[in-house]
């Protein structure tokens, strides 16, 4: 079959590389891609939120199955209308985005359905917020309601810092229209890991665990990032918590959208704290989280394409996955001063090496240049082993960051600690 992504970050290119190797794949199709998909896929460079155009471009080629990579375009609605033109669609529809599209109506949701959740109340007036502020104390949570590609929490250590962020949600306008409402939630304490679930109406498929890195800096310090380093599996995600997350996470709050109308075909992100109460929901996606695609998909030994298909036509009942024993990690190099401004257009050199040394290395933001890879965005690469233990994998993708020629790239050096020191011990 044909195959369109919708996507070209690292996540796209993790799923451009397994489609490519899935047997009842034949051909793949990018929109827009990047230079590290492009040897996957055929690039076509039409934008990831520009709708009417992808429309057109399905329309034109006509793919057996749309895999959609960014929540953008799902809250646009871009799912809705494939469907109506009868593709068959891997990404829900914008009623069921809306899980992601917007926090107040996730958290609502959540509550409805009794999902475990930090406590919290939504707030569109800045003295009412202030109120509950003050009389819930800090660390508290403030959290801008519509998407803010993960600039939009903020982890309040003091009532004052949590009063800025909503004066500056609600009545500033660094938001714009997803600051209008914000929700203020109880700080929960924990280990955070992402359960991921195959959604097709009523069949809900676990993906196997995982867990990123968010801050910038080794030992989890400094600014928040996209995620900076993935691995997967998770050994803090036990079976038993993996059951508990499906039975009092997943499937009640897809029961939940069902009942609101909407059905979900996707990916469900569940982000969650382990917490000595046992897991709660922080939030949910509704795509594959990037950098987590990257160490999944390297794991996973499924045709891809045959799994996103039956999920897209409701034939996933009785669909099994299987993985690669060991440990997938994926280090995401970065443009030194992401997250804030940083340098454009530096030539990238080593990338044949880097693979050479027993990696795969998924492009994000590159481009090219007079036949040169450069950096074009500010998490540019995911450079990911498979190895039969956490350490190895660990060891394999630092080794071959040795060989990787760009003066301008910043890495964390300690992807995995957590995972390392429970194998250790
Ligand atoms: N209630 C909470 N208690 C403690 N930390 C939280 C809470 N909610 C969110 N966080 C932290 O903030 C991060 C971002 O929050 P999240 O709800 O996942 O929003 P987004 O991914 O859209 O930025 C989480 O990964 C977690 O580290
Ligand atoms: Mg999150």
Redesign the pocket.
């Known amino acids: 079959m044909k195959v369109m992504v919708v996507g070209g970050g690292g996540r796209e290119h993790a799923l451009c590389w397994k489609l490519k190797g899935s047997q009842s794949v034949s051909e793949v199709f990018c929109a827009p891609g990047n230079p590290g998909i492009a040897r996957d896929a055929r690039c076509v460079n039409v934008g990831a939120e520009d709708i009417d155009g992808l429309m057109e471009l399905a329309l034109a080629e006509k793919p057996d199955l749309v895999v959609v990579g960014p929540e953008v375009p799902l809250v646009l609605g871009l799912g809705n209308q494939l469907r109506a033109e009868g593709f068959p669609v891997f990404g829900p529809d914008k009623a069921a985005a809306n899980l992601?599209g917007s926090?107040s109506f996730s958290k609502r949701l959540m509550h409805e359905a009794s999902v475990p959740?930090?406590r919290?109340e939504v707030h569109v007036d800045v003295e009412e917020a202030i109120e509950t502020i003050r009389a819930w104390g800090a660390?508290i949570?403030v959290?801008a309601s519509g998407?803010?590609?993960?600039?939009?929490?903020i982890?309040a250590q003091t009532e004052k810092e949590a009063i800025d962020a909503v004066r500056d949600m609600l009545s500033g306008n660094s938001f714009g229209e997803a600051g209008s409402q914000v929700v203020i939630?109880?700080?929960?304490?924990g280990e955070?890991a992402s359960c991921l679930f195959i959604v097709s109406g009523d069949t809900i498929l676990p993906l196997a665990s995982s867990q990123d890195h968010?801050a910038l800096l080794d030992g989890d310090k400094g600014p928040?990032t996209g995620g900076m380093g993935a691995y997967s599996p998770a050994p803090c995600v036990t079976e038993a918590i993996a059951n508990e997350v499906l039975e009092t996470v997943a499937h009640p709050i897809i029961n939940a959208l069902k009942k609101k109308g909407a059905e979900f075909i996707g990916i469900l992100y569940a982000?969650v704290?382990l917490t000595e109460d046992g897991p709660?929901a922080?939030?949910f996606?509704v795509r594959f989280g990037d950098p987590e695609c990257q160490p999944l998909m390297s794991r996973l030994k499924s045709d891809l394409g045959e799994v996103l298909l039956a999920a897209a036509n409701k034939k996933l009942d009785g669909v099994e996955l299987e993985w690669h024993e060991g440990t997938a990690l994926c280090v995401v190099v970065s443009s030194d001063g992401y997250p804030a401004s940083f340098d454009k257009g530096q030539s990238i050199g080593g990338l044949d090496a880097v693979e050479a040394a027993g990696t795969t290395v998924f492009h994000a933001g590159t481009a090219e240049k007079d036949g040169n890879i450069i950096n074009a965005g500010g998490r540019v690469l995911g450079v990911t082993a498979v190895a039969p233990t956490v350490k190895e994998a660990q060891q394999t993708v630092y080794s071959a960051l040795e060989k990787l020629d760009w003066p301008g790239g910043f890495y964390r050096r300690d992807i995995g600690y957590r995972a390392v020191a429970r194998e250790a011990s």
């Open positions: 992601e926090k959740t930090a919290f660390p949570v959290k998407l803010a590609a993960g600039k939009g929490v982890v939630e109880e700080f929960l304490t955070e968010k928040n982000g704290m709660k922080l939030e996606n």
